[in-house]
């Protein structure tokens, strides 16, 4: 069992930038895959990225490409996802999950999510 706390959500302006941590607690950090995923009202959650347990692959929708960024360090048992240039559709709640495939790219290679964290960007 692992347990998943996003946080770092919030309102910002068009072209600004944020960062969102998960903390995980339980299961060993090290065995997940970790993977973040956005819901926007009305809409189904959608896929960002994903990193592998070691950090050493990572993929991206092509909508994040080039402005979110994923890490992961399993000593402390967080993954981070850096968000540049942000803009408003990228507005939703962000929600971090763990599983164990790879690629990892739908829900239903996840077991474990948080909570989410609302982001607002503002035009």
């Known amino acids: 069992q692992v347990q998943l706390v996003e946080s770092g959500g919030g309102l910002v302006q068009a072209g600004g930038s944020l960062r969102l941590s998960c903390a995980a607690s339980g299961r060993s950090f090290d065995v997940y895959v970790m993977g973040w995923f956005r819901q926007a009202p009305g809409k189904e959650r959608e896929f960002v990225g994903s990193i592998t347990w070691d950090g050493g692959l990572i993929s991206y929708d092509d909508s994040v490409k080039g402005r979110f960024t994923i890490s992961r360090s399993n000593d402390k048992s967080t993954v981070s996802l850096q968000m540049n240039s942000l803009k408003p559709e990228d507005t939703a709640v962000y929600y971090c999950?763990?599983?164990?495939?790879?690629?990892?790219?739908?829900?239903?290679?996840?077991?474990?999510w948080g909570q989410g964290t609302q982001v607002t960007v503002s035009s």
């Open positions: 999950a763990a599983g164990t495939r790879w690629p990892a790219e739908v829900k239903d290679d996840y077991y474990y």
